[in-house]
């Protein structure tokens, strides 16, 4: 089982650049999130889709943009991306609609901006 | 003051002991969660529980809704075991999850 797939695993930019993460899970889960993980803090929450079509933002949803294509897939996008967004990302999802439920993370993203 | 607060920070252990990593919060909640992330970064849903107690194998997870704190016990703790355990609270509407720094265990053979 795939579960929640996460792309690219590594990715060095320059500031400025824009880039997009991917996420997709096979578990027709309904609600997807994106977090970044910083040294000393907890995981913070960005964006999160509750269902295909809507978006809304998390804590810290500035210098970001996502999209839900579709229920199995749910993209994280920096525009012009800064050193502050250097962090690791996780994509997660859950089955559960109007609470978080069980969450099933992807193995992250590692992103250093120059 | 952080909303949620793991202690120990970090915490090693001998093969075999008996092992409690603790979490406290200051919000109301709706459940608590309890992670697993492997020193490769992958992270592993554990326990989600809202009131009691769970168990599964030789983890068990506590909650005291009145004292906002929770446990995670490992019994007869193994190298396997080393991680970084998060706490995180669920409060109520979705995907608002506040989560603990972590407490980073370290099992010595």
């Known amino acids: 089982n795939a579960g929640v797939t996460q792309t690219p695993k590594f990715q060095v930019l320059k500031t400025g650049q824009s880039m997009t993460l991917q996420c997709a899970q096979d578990?027709?889960?309904?609600?997807m999130y994106w977090y970044r993980q910083d040294p000393g803090m907890g995981l913070r929450l960005i964006y999160y889709?509750?269902?295909?079509?809507?978006?809304d933002k998390g804590e810290v949803p500035n210098g970001y943009n996502v999209s839900r294509l579709n229920k199995r897939e749910f993209s994280l996008r920096l525009e012009s991306a800064a050193p502050s967004q250097t962090s690791v990302y996780f994509c997660?999802?859950?089955?559960?609609?109007?609470?978080?439920?069980?969450?099933?993370f992807g193995e992250g993203s590692r992103l250093t901006v120059l | 003051k952080n909303e949620v607060e793991q202690s120990p920070q970090n915490l090693t252990a001998q093969e075999g002991e008996f092992i409690t990593i603790n979490c406290s919060y200051s919000?109301?909640?709706?459940?608590l969660h309890w992670l697993q992330q492997h020193p490769g970064g992958g992270i592993v849903s554990l326990f989600m529980?809202?009131?009691g107690k769970k168990k599964h194998g030789r983890l068990i997870a506590t909650i005291n809704i009145q004292e906002k704190h929770s446990s995670l016990h490992i019994t007869a703790s193994h190298p396997r075991d080393s991680a970084v355990y998060i706490c995180a609270v669920e409060r109520g509407s979705q995907g608002n999850l506040i989560f603990g720094k972590g407490t980073k265990l370290s099992v010595k053979p």
């Open positions: 529980l809202s009131s």
């Open positions: 919000v109301g909640i709706s459940a």
């Open positions: 997660a999802s859950s089955t559960l609609a109007g609470a978080t439920g069980e969450l099933f």
């Open positions: 578990m027709n889960h309904n609600s």
């Open positions: 889709s509750a269902s295909e079509g809507t978006t």
